[in-house]
């Protein structure tokens, strides 16, 4: 329902086996005017619990994160749009910061969050992924997601504007959960640098994934949120490998492979 004292906002989100997660989600969302999911093609019970929150279900087969959150945002009925992923939880105080910048005699074309992630039961406070700020809040006539298969990212004229208050990211519940996701998105990352004429060198299978290692556990404190900084600093690491080791598959496959 819309409320005549602010400007309306379409809670976006996208979804895929997500139903151990879905529901928390769109609980922290019913502040919005209205919820929109874009599922692609769950064989879980996700469509069944997002039904429960919206009637604005749709099923869109998977085209990349980026293409997929365009989908999503070209379904709301409305101008102003909020982001979530399905392990996020938006906090009553964000949501509440959010209501007075709709309720707001101008508002800008867009605005970034900050997160608190969790690795497990963990909240992880260094390793690059505090504050991990990130636009969430926009105009969609002033902004756009890019159309990256992955690391996609809100495009917008001019400099977001930050909000103070934090989504509540819950990353990983655990190593097994790190891997599962690693392999799809080294999938999506090689695919995306094939596609845009990269090509892997023997360096990239060694010195990026050590260099990504030192400078999570290093550089970036990995080491003081302990047992977890190192699992995460080290899957960062073999994230980098993965995604070059897949490129060099596809150029190989292609019949283009370097040496």
């Not at 005549?4 to 005017?33: T, Y």
């Not at 692609?40 to 749709?58: H, M």
């Not at 655990?174 to 640098?193: E, T």
Request: net charge positive; proline share 4%; aromatic share 10%.
């Amino acid at each position: 329902m819309n409320r005549p004292s602010r400007r309306p906002v379409s809670a976006v989100v996208i979804a895929f086996n997500e139903e151990r997660n879905i529901a928390a989600c769109l609980e922290s969302l019913r502040w919005a005017d209205e919820i929109v999911v874009v599922d692609s093609g769950s064989a879980d019970r996700t469509r069944e619990i997002a039904l429960r929150y919206t009637d604005k279900v749709f099923d869109v087969p998977w085209k990349g994160f980026g293409p997929q959150k365009r989908e999503a945002v070209d379904r709301a009925s409305h101008d102003v749009v909020f982001n979530a992923d399905c392990d996020e939880r938006v906090t009553p105080e964000l949501a509440e910061e959010i209501a007075g910048v709709l309720s707001g005699a101008a508002m800008a074309a867009a605005y970034t969050v900050p997160r608190r992630t969790f690795f497990g039961g963990k909240e992880i406070r260094r390793c690059g992924w505090y504050p991990d700020r990130t636009t969430r809040l926009f105009d969609r006539r002033k902004a756009r997601f890019s159309g990256d298969l992955v690391h996609e990212r809100v495009e917008v004229s001019g400099e977001p504007l930050p909000l103070r208050h934090h989504l509540i990211h819950h990353s990983f519940s655990g190593i097994g959960d790190v891997l599962g996701k690693m392999n799809r998105y080294g999938d999506l990352s090689a695919r995306q640098m094939f596609e845009r004429g990269k090509r892997c060198g023997i360096s990239d299978l060694t010195l990026r994934p050590a260099f990504a290692f030192l400078k999570t556990y290093l550089f970036r404190l990995g080491f003081l949120d302990g047992v977890e900084g190192l699992v995460i600093s080290a899957a960062s690491a073999w994230m980098v490998f993965t995604k070059y080791a897949k490129l060099r598959e596809r150029t190989q496959s292609a019949g283009k492979g370097t040496d």
